[in-house]
């Protein structure tokens, strides 16, 4: 996919001159660059899921996400959306969107000299109304967020990843046409925690992760961090597992971090949490036990967390790993936690 765009005051009309100049010593001469935009990725998302979820019971679980999260688990984008912005106060200048086609697209802009900031948005699926992002206004304002209310108690996962590429470019007249690279990272993440029931008759309820990012500023790379803020977790079932998944965006990068940014919740007595879920499981004769799991482990931008719990006949989860630690709520009742919907 090429499309060329002329920005930069009257430039779109003086593209159709020779020059495209209006001072005699060309001074103001334009430059086209052609932006190469490419999704990147440390890992695909899918390389983890298959290589976590690898014994025969969990492979069948795995089939079933693999279709459930298929926005989220895509390496190719379906739509690209570009902004310039200059000045002090970091204006839109003007920017292109258009639709994908695998990994790669381009923009061929007609840049009149001067300083600019660049900012790109590539997400997965076209269709998916999960997240909110704009690149209107100025270069402060342009970020994303969980769509839907503003900053609400408890939303639902995102449905698709989402990359954002962000630049400064540095316009000369008199220069040949240019080439510039823009990579695309992914900056949300998804987590999956997998039940085995084992031979409890126990059921998963519901599931909920907290300690997550909020929103995302694209002009400096940075999230934002407010609670309360919780995001529901979706439910598949096969082979006796059931997973429960959600995409989100990051945790901080540290137990450390996460105090300072007050997004922890658990004890004193476990200082290396990051972020936690919540797993509510019913038990045969119909009470709900609520398991809190501690995770030490950060949920990165572009990376995804996979959890593994064993439940007994109280509904209590076992953590396989070490780096989660679990509290347990036996005969939990809903009222005085966040929307928990079971």
């Known amino acids: 996919m090429k499309k060329t765009i002329y920005i930069g005051g009257l430039a779109a ?25 490419r999704v990147s990725f440390d890992e695909p998302l899918l390389s983890t899921l298959r290589a976590e979820l690898a014994t025969p019971a969990e492979t069948q679980l795995r089939v079933r996400l693999e279709q459930e999260l298929d926005g989220v ?4 984008g379906e739509h690209l959306s570009a902004a310039f912005y200059q000045g002090a106060e970091g204006s839109l200048t003007d920017g292109a969107e258009a639709d994908m086609t695998g990994r ?7 840049l009149r000299p001067g300083d600019y900031a660049h900012l790109a948005v590539a ?71 997998v039940a085995d029931p084992a031979q409890s008759g126990c059921t998963v309820a519901a599931a909920y992760v907290r300690g997550v990012a909020t929103s995302f500023a694209l002009a400096d790379s940075t ?13 598949s079932t096969a082979a006796g597992l059931t997973a ?14 996460a105090a300072a940014l007050r997004t922890r919740a658990c004890s004193e007595d476990d200082p290396a949490c990051i972020w936690e879920m919540d797993l509510y499981v019913r038990q045969p004769d119909g009470e709900l036990t609520r398991n ?19 439940l007994d006949d109280q509904g209590q989860a ?5 780096e989660v630690g679990v509290s347990v709520t036996l005969d939990w009742k809903p009222g005085g936690d966040h929307d928990v919907e079971i």
């Open 292 to 310: 809190t799991l501690h995770v030490a482990r950060p949920l990165l931008a572009g990376h995804m967390v996979v959890l593994k719990v064993v």
């Open 123 to 193: 997400f997965t699926d076209a269709a998916d109304r999960s997240m909110a992002y704009t690149l209107d206004g100025t270069l402060a304002e342009a970020r994303m967020a969980h769509a839907g209310e503003s900053e609400p108690d408890t939303v639902d996962g995102h449905r698709a990843a989402y990359f954002v590429g962000n630049e400064r470019l540095h316009v000369e007249s008199m220069t040949p046409a240019q080439t510039f690279f823009v990579p695309l990272y992914m900056q949300n993440a998804a987590t999956v925690l």
């Open 104 to 110: 790669d697209a381009s923009f061929t802009f007609y």
């Open 223 to 235: 999230y934002a961090y407010h609670a309360p803020h919780v995001v529901r977790a979706d439910l």
């Open 13 to 37: 009309l003086l593209a159709l001159a020779p020059t495209g100049c209006i001072n005699e010593d060309l001074s103001d001469c334009g430059v086209d660059y052609t932006m190469l935009y």
């Open 73 to 76: 688990l895509a390496t190719d």
């Open 244 to 257: 429960c998944h959600a995409a989100c965006f990051p945790s901080a990068a540290t137990a450390v971090e």
């Open 318 to 322: 076992t953590a396989v790993s070490s």
